[in-house]
T-cell receptor
Framework: GQQLNQSPQSMFIQEGEDVSMNCTSSSIFNTWLWYKQDPGEGPVLLIALYKAGELTSNGRLTAQFGITRKDSFLNISASIPSDVGIYFC????????????FGIGTKLQVIP | NAGVMQNPRHLVRRRGQEARLRCSPMKGHSHVYWYRQLPEEGLKFMVY????????ESGMPKERFSAEFPKEGPSILRIQQVVRGDSAAYFC?????????????FGSGTRLTVV
């Protein structure tokens, strides 16, 4: 089955710093998704990417769909305490129905 | 609140009991997905259902687990004869179609603890 490798698995950063995390896949995807999960809650969609090479921003968040279609990264600029949480990448290969596969997550801690 | 509703939020069961987890999708969504999240792990796909049909159950354990999405009412994930290893957070997501162009909207999850 499809495997997603997400790194790093955890990060401690100072408030105000930029953050970068990435995902690689063993096979190509047609869609990359980035979710954030707050403690005790379900994941919430941050950014969706649909084309290879696509670069999309959502406020302080920027994500890119890799040219090879096997990778994606998420950047968070000028981190703030409420950025704390677990960030998941997810991918889907659209050939008829294909389930969405999730990475293991990056746990982000922001030190005020 | 028109979001995906899951209940209960927390469920405690003794070993050998049955656990029933409910998911009401967003209004207008007819596709439901169940995921399991073990402590310190990512989301693992379990099953995908449309109204009255199981489309993909490739992530469901072969025994003790079952899911349904009846014509009326919520989707149900049932775990029979629970064991300690079933302790996890179970999330339901819904969408109006199979394409992620619509996005998956997740509920807040049910945290199952088996004692």
């Amino acid at each position: 089955g499809q495997q997603l490798n997400q790194s790093p698995q955890s990060m401690f950063i100072q408030e105000g710093e930029d953050v970068s995390m990435n995902c690689t896949s063993s096979s190509i995807f047609n869609t990359w998704l980035w979710y954030k999960q707050d403690p005790g809650e379900g994941p919430v969609l941050l950014i969706a990417l649909y084309k290879a090479g696509e670069l999309t921003s959502n406020g302080r968040l920027t994500a890119q769909f890799g040219i090879t279609r096997k990778d994606s990264f998420l950047n968070i600029s000028a981190s703030i305490p409420s950025d704390v949480g677990i960030y998941f990448c997810a991918g889907q290969y659209s050939g008829g129905y294909q389930k969405v596969t999730f990475g293991i997550g990056t746990k982000l801690q922001v030190i005020p | 609140n028109a979001g995906v509703m899951q209940n209960p939020r927390h469920l405690v069961r003794r070993r050998g009991q049955e656990a029933r987890l409910r998911c009401s999708p967003m209004k207008g969504h007819s596709h439901v997905y169940w995921y399991r999240q073990l402590p310190e792990e990512g989301l693992k796909f379990m099953v995908y259902l449309q109204k009255e049909n199981i489309i993909d159950e490739s992530g469901m354990p072969k025994e003790r687990f079952s899911a349904e999405f009846p014509k009326e009412g919520p989707s149900i994930l049932r775990i029979q004869q629970v064991v300690r290893g079933d302790s996890a957070a179970y999330f339901c997501a819904s969408s109006p179609g199979t394409s992620t162009n619509y996005g998956y909207t997740f509920g807040s999850g049910t945290r199952l603890t088996v004692v």
